[in-house]
Structures are given as C-alpha cells and as structure tokens.
C-alpha cells in the first residue's frame, strides 16, 4: 500500500512542480509586460517570485488575466510542496 501511495505522491509534485513553473514564468511575464512595480525580492524571478505567487500578492492589482496565471501558480505550487512533503514521509516510513 506505501508503493501505491509513494508511486501517487511522487505523480501528484511530478505534475504539480512543473504547472507551477510554468504559470510562474507566465505570471512574471505579466507583471513585467503591464510594467506593475515589484515587491522586494521578487524582482529578478527567482523563488521570491513564487513565494509572492503563493501568498496571493497579485491580488492588488486586480487584474482578470493576473488573478488566473498567479491562482493556477499559487495552488500547483502548494499541490508540489505538500505532495514532495508526503513522498519524503512515506520514504522515510517505507524504510
């Protein structure tokens, strides 16, 4: 029953990881291409960006395109992280 749980939880952040990746480019892109003013830190689009992505910062600028790229980053991002978290609880049960 752990493979079948580990083989889900490694699926789930095999997909999740990269959406989130993707939407975070997609999202940075905006940001840069409507000329809005970054936070601290999250300017050079590294893992700030993500951070900011995930703590929902887009929400000021209330921008319909913003909110879908920055949403679908923000919840794949999270899917990733409790989904790496869970595979690394199940590794360490399994041995």
């Given at each position: 029953m752990f493979d079948f749980w580990l083989f889900l939880m490694l699926g789930l952040a095999g997909s999740a990881g990269p959406a989130h990746i993707g939407f975070r480019l997609l999202a940075h892109r905006h940001?840069?291409?409507?000329?809005?003013?970054?936070?601290?830190?999250?300017?050079?689009?590294?893992?700030?960006?993500?951070?900011?992505?995930?703590?929902?910062?887009?929400?000021?600028?209330?921008?319909?395109?913003m909110g879908f790229f920055g949403f679908w980053a923000m919840l794949s991002g999270w899917?990733?992280?409790l989904a790496i978290a869970a595979s690394a609880v199940l590794i360490s049960v399994r041995q």
């Amino acid at each position: 029953m752990f493979d079948f749980w580990l083989f889900l939880m490694l699926g789930l952040a095999g997909s999740a990881g990269p959406a989130h990746i993707g939407f975070r480019l997609l999202a940075h892109r905006h940001h840069r291409d409507r000329g809005w003013l970054f936070a601290e830190g999250t300017e050079d689009g590294q893992w700030g960006y993500s951070g900011w992505l995930m703590r929902r910062g887009y929400t000021a600028y209330a921008d319909r395109d913003m909110g879908f790229f920055g949403f679908w980053a923000m919840l794949s991002g999270w899917l990733a992280a409790l989904a790496i978290a869970a595979s690394a609880v199940l590794i360490s049960v399994r041995q």
